[in-house]
């Protein structure tokens, strides 16, 4: 079975700043998708990222960028000239390819980043 | 537009009572799920389906129960038989590998 690991139950960064939240994953297949996923306070959840397991560049979407170490299953998240609409909790999550095993994500327990003025 | 929608937003139950919780896609996807989220515990997979007529349970099935008898359509049941079923359930819907696309949620208070 899959596993998602988020160390870091809260993180604070100050605007314009930038701050990298952790990811570990478990899995003992070759072929899957990571991603992020933001929750703001409205608790819509929100794509940031996606990466697949297959492509070794790190995904980029505009200030949010991704670390992603295939060996050492990690993937971390990095936001560069935070903004106060960033605050929010923030997910990392696992799915296996192809879609025929269902899609089906597999969450951490998420990260509430705090963006101070 | 197309989009997701859960209904309603928030839903008061007395224990021991069924509840049925809507969830309605336009997005013309193939694949639905439910997810439950529980403070410090993101979010686990109740059921998913991937056609019309057929469901698979997830990780927290017990005490649950869905149909599927519409592509657009597919209802959450939270019997008397969940111990703990107050949560923020939400419902996502797919298509091939495309990332899952998520409705607005429905807040559950069991009392």
């Known amino acids: 079975a899959q596993t998602v690991t988020q160390s870091q139950p809260e993180m604070s960064v100050q605007e314009a700043e930038t701050v990298t939240l952790s990811c570990t994953y478990d899995?003992?297949?070759?072929?899957?998708?990571l991603f992020w996923y933001k929750q703001p306070p409205s608790r819509q959840m929100i794509l940031v990222i996606r990466q697949e397991a297959y492509k070794q560049q790190n995904a980029t979407e505009n200030r949010f960028s991704v670390n992603f170490q295939k060996a050492a299953k990690s993937f971390s998240l990095k936001i560069s000239d935070s903004q106060l609409g960033d605050t929010a909790m923030y997910f990392c999550a696992f799915s296996l390819t192809p879609a025929e095993y269902g899609n089906k994500l597999v969450f951490g327990a998420g990260t509430i980043l705090r963006v101070k003025s | 537009d197309g989009g997701i929608t859960q209904s309603p937003k928030y839903l008061f139950r007395k224990e021991g009572q069924n509840v049925t919780l809507s969830c309605e896609q336009n997005l013309n996807h193939d694949a639905m799920y439910w997810y439950r989220q529980d403070p410090g515990q993101g979010l686990r997979l109740i059921y998913y389906s991937q056609i019309v007529n057929d469901f698979q349970k997830g990780d927290i099935a017990e005490g649950y129960s869905v149909s599927r008898e519409k592509k657009e359509s597919f209802p959450l049941t939270v019997t008397s038989a969940q111990k703990n079923p107050t949560a923020f359930y939400l419902c996502a819907s797919t298509e091939g590998n495309s990332p899952l696309h998520f409705g607005n949620g429905t807040r559950l208070t069991v009392t």
């Open positions: 899995t003992s297949e070759n072929n899957y998708y």
